[in-house]
């Protein structure tokens, strides 16, 4: 049979036959080369659809009119989809990838795919799209990405030739290899986690008023912050000139027993995201960042980021009540799995950073 059932259209078809793939990734192993080629094959099939979507047959359309087709069929397809350009710079997500990411496609546009991507993993993902985007074939690897602690996913990435370039399509479902789907998002809803912080605020409040001003007391308080909201914190206060790193407070059992150290031993303005945090008053809220030299590199001029393995930062000006004194800033990382910081949680730690600024001046910083 040639086409979809009687009152079925091809994209119900299409995510039809999705669906049993799905369910077939529990088959034995010695089944998953056929079940890869079926998948790369319905790729195919999605593929030609976005191209006919894009510049179906009959007259010419206005570029806007061309648009419309290509993105709803683009945003309906079953699977986690991400276009990119040869340097894998993301053009568009559909829906179901913005789920699966926890990114919203506004802000992921424009910035680069690997970003998503644990750091080691990201090396692999432009090899291979290099190799596409150059005539070589698809492929698919795996991979892995921030929250989604129960394995890594397979990336299936095919070329797309398109007037004047070529583009990729990347597909992330779950790897063939793995038993059960990625865990969902174990985050909490916004008012539990506004309930949350805001008893992080509480308990950071209440340390700074039940201790005498002084460096120690903003280094217990941002161990409580490391315990709330990531898996480092990195304390940095003096003037944006002269500053000292004052606390650094990391995992009870961290896999790099050095890196504490390491980050301790550190110059503060050797540290970029600090020292741009300092100098500016400017907070940053890093979910994307394909820049490995954000924190700077330990003694032996290995990426700190790589390290401590990191996939979202923090960093926020300690200010003054003046409003444009900086006396330090506070710098949380989250690694492995963490998800991105919210917005919630970045208010959250702006919110504990004034407090501390309050201290920091009363304890004589300047």
């Known amino acids: 049979m040639n086409g979809p059932p009687e009152g079925e259209s091809g994209l119900q078809a299409l995510v039809a036959r999705a669906r049993e793939l799905r369910a077939a990734r529990d088959h034995p ?22 191209r006919l979507a894009e510049d179906p047959p009959g007259p010419p359309r206005t570029p806007g009119a061309k648009a419309a087709p ?6 309906h397809l079953p699977w986690p989809v991400v276009l990119t350009d040869g ?13 699966l990411t926890g990114l919203h496609p506004g802000y992921a546009a424009g910035r680069p795919l690997a970003a998503l991507l644990r750091p080691t993993d990201r090396a692999a993902l432009r090899a291979h799209a290099a190799a596409v985007a150059a005539g070589e074939g698809g492929r698919s690897f795996p991979v892995r990405l921030p929250g989604l602690p129960d394995g890594p996913l397979y990336a299936t990435l095919t070329g797309i030739d398109t007037p004047g370039e070529r583009e990729l399509l990347l597909v992330l479902a779950p790897a063939p290899f793995t038993t059960g789907r990625p865990a969902d998002r174990a985050e909490p809803s916004a ?11 509480d308990r950071t409040a209440r340390a700074l008023l039940d201790r005498e001003p ?11 912050l490391r315990d709330g909201l990531a898996d480092w914190a990195l304390l940095d206060l003096g003037p944006p000139d002269e500053p000292v790193r004052i606390a650094v407070h ?3 059992a961290p896999d790099d027993g050095g890196l504490e150290k390491a980050f301790l031993r550190q110059d503060p303005r050797a540290c970029p995201v600090a020292a741009e945090v300092m100098a500016s008053g400017a907070a940053a809220v890093e979910q994307l960042t394909d820049d490995l030299e954000r924190l700077g590199a330990d003694e032996d001029g290995v990426p700190l ?9 923090l960093s926020v000006a300690l200010t003054a009540p003046d409003g444009t004194t900086v006396l ?9 799995t963490g998800p991105p910081f919210s917005l919630l949680e970045a208010g959250a730690a702006e919110i504990a950073a004034g407090h501390m600024a309050l201290v920091a001046r009363r304890s004589g910083v300047r």
Request: proline share 5%.
């Open 328 to 336: 330090g800033a506070l710098t949380l990382l989250r690694g492995g």
């Open 70 to 75: 290509f993105k709803a069929v683009f945003d």
């Open 29 to 50: 192993p010695a089944e998953y080369p056929v079940l890869l080629d079926a998948a790369l094959a319905e790729l195919d099939h999605a593929i030609e659809a976005l």
């Open 305 to 313: 980021m790589v390290r401590a393995d990191v996939t979202a930062l």
């Open 214 to 224: 002084s460096a120690a007391a903003l280094g217990a308080v941002a161990g409580l």
């Open 87 to 99: 340097q894998t710079v993301v053009r568009r997500l559909n829906r179901a990838a913005a789920e």
């Open 250 to 252: 990391g995992p009870p």
């Open 191 to 201: 008012v539990v986690r506004q309930a949350e912080l805001t008893g992080l605020l």
